[in-house]
Every structure is written in structure tokens, then in C-alpha cells.
């Protein structure tokens, strides 16, 4: 499995970015994929995931500001980033496990500036 993640960047406080991971496979609509993110100094967290069923959960801190969604036929989830604050900075990252394997996308940057 191959994850390609885009979109990241430069926006200023309570602006509005979307990521897209786009995976490799014919069997994408059976992954469960996640976007996580890493700040520097700190520790990768889980931000979103996303069911095969279509069934989302988020991390406290960005419930109400964050949509996850997927689109099976174009091997794509996306991250919908709303209200960003300037603690949101770090490198998202898009994941899947399958068949016991964890696969990570090359990370994208976004910077919040305040």
C-alpha cells in the first residue's frame, strides 16, 4: 500500500485547509485510514479515522473543527481542517494498517500562524 498526502501549508489563524491522502490498491474501500500529526518536540498523535463503514472518531482538540471523509472511488480520504489555531502546526500524516502492517504517508506540513 502506497499513501500519497497533499494539501498542507501556510494559513493564518482561523482559516481553513483540506488534505487529500490518496492510496495505491484495489481494496482501498476496505481500509480503515487515519490522519495523525506531529509537532515538533511532541509525539505523533491520532487526529481522525475513518471506517471502511464510513464511521469517523476524533481527538478531543479538534471535535467540531475537523471532518474526515473518504471517497472509494478515488482511493482518497480527505481531512477538512476549519478554525485551524496556531497550535494545530505539524506534519499530518496519513495511515493504514493491512494484514497487520502499518503503512504512513510522506507527511504534509501546516503552519497556523497567529
Known amino acids: 500500500v502506497q499513501l500519497q498526502a497533499s494539501g498542507g501549508g501556510l494559513v493564518q489563524a482561523g482559516g481553513s485547509l483540506r488534505l487529500s491522502c490518496v492510496a495505491s490498491?484495489?481494496?482501498?474501500?476496505?481500509?480503515?485510514m487515519g490522519w495523525y500529526r506531529q509537532a515538533p518536540g511532541k509525539r505523533r498523535e491520532l487526529v481522525a479515522v475513518?471506517?471502511?463503514?464510513?464511521?469517523?472518531n476524533y481527538v478531543d482538540s479538534v471535535k467540531g473543527r475537523f471532518i474526515i471523509s473518504r471517497d472509494n472511488a478515488k482511493n482518497t480520504v480527505y481531512l477538512q481542517m476549519n478554525s485551524l489555531k496556531p497550535e494545530d502546526t505539524a506534519v499530518y500524516y496519513c495511515?493504514?494498517?493491512?494484514?497487520?502492517?502499518?503503512?504512513w504517508g510522506k507527511g504534509t506540513l501546516v503552519t497556523v500562524s497567529s
Open positions: 490498491g484495489s481494496t482501498f474501500s476496505s481500509y480503515v
Open positions: 475513518i471506517g471502511s463503514g464510513g464511521s469517523t
Open positions: 495511515h493504514t494498517r493491512w494484514y497487520d502492517m502499518d503503512y
